[in-house]
């Protein structure tokens, strides 16, 4: 059986990378796995949760019928040390190399906010 690779699982910010910074991690889930995905998502979600630094979490689900992606995860965070620190612990990586994962690959990256629009900023 092959390892689950947490480095794999994990987004590499930027050297010197300061202010807040937004983890969009996207997952393959296959037609009727939700239920399993959703209780693995939901278990690492409570540990990311309950760290230093953590701002906010939203989960997505597409509605594009022909979504290779079909959850995408968006993660505020602090800085990119808030995010780095929880990925280094032996907790988290009991969790990604659950062998539940192995079905559901993802894609984390890490961005910073360069342009925001809103109904409050543009009656301003």
Do not use: C
């Amino acid at each position: 059986m092959d390892h689950i690779d947490p480095e794999g699982r994990t987004a590499t910010p930027e050297d010197g990378q300061s202010g807040p910074v937004v983890l969009m991690n996207s997952f393959v889930v296959p037609e009727g796995r939700d239920e399993r995905f959703l209780e693995l998502w939901t278990e690492t979600s409570e540990y990311f949760r309950a760290q230093p630094g953590f701002v906010s979490l939203k989960l997505h689900r597409a509605v594009s019928v022909d979504a290779e992606h079909r959850y995408v995860n968006v993660a505020v965070w602090d800085s990119a040390a808030h995010y780095a620190a929880p990925h280094q612990t032996d907790e988290f990586r009991r969790l990604v190399s659950q062998d539940g994962w192995r079905e559901f690959p993802s894609s984390p990256t890490l961005y910073e906010v360069v342009l925001e629009h809103s109904l409050a900023s543009a009656s301003a």
